[in-house]
């Protein structure tokens, strides 16, 4: 069946369709991962966008029910050069197609996904839509641009838990020692989940609202601010809260909770031409002079400029384009990066930073 892909500025792409039948808009994005694809669609970090994959051929080891990131995919739209029907691994229960046909998650392929990814590098992530539906390519170009922006509009609310959980998940521990966590959901993956879990840290996850009030009377050891899609600036009540409670705990923060961090400090954030999508962004760690490889996936970041008045102090670089990839604070208990530690998918070099946010519940912090 005939699928089409056109973006706000007027290019347009003619492909096939596979998954759902249908139409739906987001910001477009690529992805440069040679794997991990079900993470991907899976993370609720993409909620709102249309992921692109640069990789060629996708699906080829298929889907399985332990390996999502969250309690089901976010992503607006799936654009592959090629996705494999008969997929080969013996944890495979079922192939893309199937998985976004469940989902209802409309996709496109046999496209140059390649001139694609290089219209969007030079031009920025552009608004777009998928249909399989609609051909009149003029009437898809005016809804791409009629379509929502994601700048200024609040994209955690939709996808954030609607009630707290404790997290029970299988994880290997690596510390017996247990310390009371509260994780802010603005998007959390899984993984997360599990890292902290293997660090000997039990955490109960909370709605992206909650009260900062409600965590100061449960007296954690620790808050996790996770990751989540979208305008940092448009989660005030998230900034809100955050303010509240800086200098109570030690506070960990990844992504868009590097960015609310960041912003609930007194610094700014901006948006990324067309972002950090993959698995595979070098960052220097300013602290110990090692790069580290990188799991990413953030369409802004935070001003470096304005680091220094906040109380802030640079501790991670990216070395493709030298923005900000991580943070701490200079009197408070408290650091951040852009990035995902926790990879899945991605390299594992980051991993000691679920250790660091040990070490600093193990030497407490001001009482509430």
């Known amino acids: 069946m005939k699928a089409i892909l056109a973006l706000e500025d007027g290019r347009v792409f003619e492909g096939r369709c596979f998954g759902a039948v249908g139409e739906s808009s987001g910001e477009v994005v690529f992805n ?166 293997s660090y000997g840290c039990e955490v109960t996850v909370v709605p992206a609202f909650t009260p900062a009030e409600d965590v100061i009377f449960r007296k954690p050891d620790g808050i996790f601010l996770s990751n989540g899609p979208g305008d940092p600036e448009a989660i005030s009540y998230a900034i809100k809260t955050v303010r509240r409670l800086i200098g109570l705990r030690p506070i960990f923060g990844i992504c868009l909770g590097h960015q609310i961090l960041a912003l609930a400090l007194g610094a700014k954030t901006f948006k990324l031409k067309f972002g950090h999508h993959g698995a595979n962004h070098p960052v220097k760690n300013l602290i110990t002079g090692k790069i580290e490889i990188t799991a990413q996936n953030h369409g802004f970041a935070v001003e470096e400029s304005s680091l220094k008045g906040a109380g802030l102090v640079l501790t991670h670089l990216n070395l493709n384009d030298n923005t900000v990839e991580g943070m701490r604070h200079e009197d408070y208990p408290l650091f951040s990066v852009q990035y995902h530690p926790e990879a899945s998918p991605g390299p594992h070099d980051s991993d000691y930073l679920f250790e660091k946010f040990v070490e600093l519940m193990e030497k407490g912090s001001i009482g509430m």
Do not use: C
């Open 32 to 197: 440069t991962s040679m794997m991990g694809y079900q993470e991907i669609l899976t993370d609720p970090s993409y909620n709102g966008q249309i992921v692109v994959m640069t990789y060629p051929l996708i699906g080829n080891y298929g889907l399985n029910e332990e390996d999502f990131e969250s309690r089901k995919p976010f992503v607006k739209g799936f654009v592959v050069k090629e996705h494999s029907l008969f997929p080969s691994n013996w944890r495979s229960q079922f192939n893309l197609d199937e998985f976004l046909k469940r989902y209802n998650i409309v996709g496109i392929e046999d496209i140059d996904t390649r001139a694609l990814t290089l219209h969007l590098r030079n031009f920025g992530a552009k608004k777009g839509i998928i249909s399989s539906v609609d051909f009149d390519k003029n009437r898809l170009v005016q809804k791409a641009k009629d379509s929502p922006s994601i700048v200024g509009k609040d994209l955690v609310s939709e996808i954030t838990a609607p009630t707290e959980f404790r997290w029970d998940g299988k994880s290997q521990v690596k510390k017996e020692k247990i310390y009371k966590v509260i994780a802010y959901d603005f998007g959390i993956k899984y993984n997360i989940l599990k890292k902290l879990s």
